[in-house]
C-alpha cells in the first residue's frame, strides 16, 4: 500500500480538463510544500510536470497546473490532448524515517 | 542537455547481487546528488535512496537499510547502487535520478533510461 493515495484512473475528452488527487498525511503533503507530479508514458522513464506543488519545470506546457489544499495535493490538466494518456504519479517529501513517498499512480485516459 | 545513462539488464539467481550504474554528462556532477527509484512490473515507483555527488554522503530508504549500497566515481561521474541477497520480489526495472535541486533529494528533472534487473532461478 502506497504512502499517498491517488484514484487509479481519470479519463476525459480531447480539450476538456481533468484533476488527479493525491492524499497524505499531516507528516507529508499537509506540512511539507514538496510535492512533485511524474508523467511516465509505458516503457519510459518518469518525466517531471511539477515540483514544490506549484512549480512546473521550464519548457513545460502550462496546461498542467498544482496546488495544494490540507493534506491533498492535485494536479490539473486543461485542453486535454492525445499525448496527455500516460500515467501520473505524486510524490512528497516526509518527516518519516524515508524521507520520500510516492502515490499508487493513476491512469489517465484521453477517450 | 544533461544525460544520465544507465548499463544494461541483468538477470540475477535468489541470493546474489546486482550492480547498476548511472553515468552523467551535461552538468557538473559534483553539485547535484542521484537517487535511486525502482518500478516493479505493473507496479508504482519506489525511492531507494540517495547519494551526495559533493561528498559521498547517503540516506536510504528503510526498506533497503543493510541490503543497498550507493557508491559514486567522481574521476567518471558515475554512480553506482548494489542491491544483495537478491529475492524474486526485487525484479523491478530500477532508475537513477537527478534531483532539482542540489542536496534536496525529493524532486527529480533528469532520468535514465532505467535497467530492468530480472531475479529468477
Known amino acids: 500500500q502506497s504512502a499517498l493515495t491517488q484514484p487509479a484512473s481519470v479519463s476525459g475528452s480531447p480539450g476538456q480538463s481533468i484533476t488527479i488527487s493525491c492524499t497524505g498525511t499531516s507528516s507529508d503533503v499537509g506540512v511539507y510544500n514538496y510535492v512533485s507530479w511524474y508523467q511516465q508514458h509505458p516503457g519510459r522513464a518518469p518525466k517531471l510536470v511539477i515540483f514544490d506543488v506549484t512549480n512546473r519545470p521550464s519548457g513545460l506546457s502550462n496546461r498542467f497546473f498544482g496546488s495544494k489544499s490540507g493534506n491533498t495535493a492535485s494536479l490539473t490538466i486543461s485542453g486535454l490532448q492525445a499525448e496527455d494518456e500516460a500515467d501520473y504519479y505524486c510524490s512528497s517529501y516526509t518527516s518519516s524515517i524515508t524521507p520520500l513517498v510516492f502515490g499508487g499512480g493513476t491512469k489517465l485516459t484521453v477517450l | ?121
Open chain 2, 1 to 121: 542537455q544533461v544525460q544520465l545513462v544507465q548499463s544494461g539488464a541483468e538477470v540475477k539467481k535468489p541470493g546474489a547481487s546486482v550492480r547498476v550504474s548511472c553515468k552523467a554528462s551535461g552538468y557538473t556532477f559534483t553539485r547535484y546528488g542521484i537517487s535511486w527509484v525502482r518500478q516493479a512490473p505493473g507496479q508504482g515507483l519506489e525511492w531507494m535512496g540517495w547519494i551526495s555527488g559533493y561528498n559521498g554522503d547517503t540516506k536510504y530508504a528503510q526498506k533497503f537499510q543493510g541490503r543497498v549500497t550507493m557508491t559514486t566515481d567522481t574521476s567518471t561521474s558515475t554512480s553506482y547502487m548494489d542491491l544483495k541477497s537478491l529475492r524474486s520480489d526485487d525484479t523491478a526495472v530500477y532508475y537513477c535520478a537527478r534531483e532539482v535541486v542540489p542536496a534536496r533529494p525529493w524532486d527529480f528533472d533528469s532520468w535514465g533510461q532505467g535497467t530492468l534487473v530480472t531475479v529468477s532461478s
